[in-house]
Nanobody
Framework: QVQLVESGGGLVAPGGSLRLSCVAA????????MGWYRQAPGKQRELVAT???????NYGDSVKGRFTISRDNAKNTVVLQMNSLKPEDTAVYLC??????????????WGQGTQVTVSS
């Protein structure tokens, strides 16, 4: 069993910053890609950012230059630093990870999500 636990969401004014964290816990042999996705009401889930175990990053076009993703492999943690937030960034942010639970088994897991609301 693997759990992804997110924290750090909340309400922030436009132009403000938030920092999201996600910790993976459970039966973990290794983790390859970790990342964040978001889903706003009535919209499809979209990529925010991903990071490989080697530190290579990928960002959605709408967040490039404003958000930064990082990870601590030793702590199975991924962090999303969000700056210059806009109302259109309002969404539920979900943590995602490709987790190897044994030599023979890999699974893709999602967290429960954390709400980010950008509003004055």
């Amino acid at each position: 069993q693997v759990q992804l636990v997110e924290s750090g969401g909340g309400l922030v004014a436009p132009g403000g910053s938030l920092r999201l964290s996600c910790v993976a816990a459970g039966r973990i042999f290794s983790i390859s890609d970790m990342g964040w996705y978001r889903q706003a009401p009535g919209k499809q889930r979209e990529l925010v950012a991903t990071v490989t175990s080697g530190g290579n990053t990928n960002y959605g076009d709408s967040v490039k230059g404003r958000f930064t993703i990082s990870r601590d492999n030793a702590k199975n943690t991924v962090v999303l630093q969000m700056n210059s937030l806009k109302p259109e960034d309002t969404a539920v942010y979900l943590c995602n990870a490709d987790v190897r639970t044994s030599i023979f088994s890999v699974r893709n897991d999602w967290g429960q999500g954390t709400q980010v609301t950008v509003s004055s």
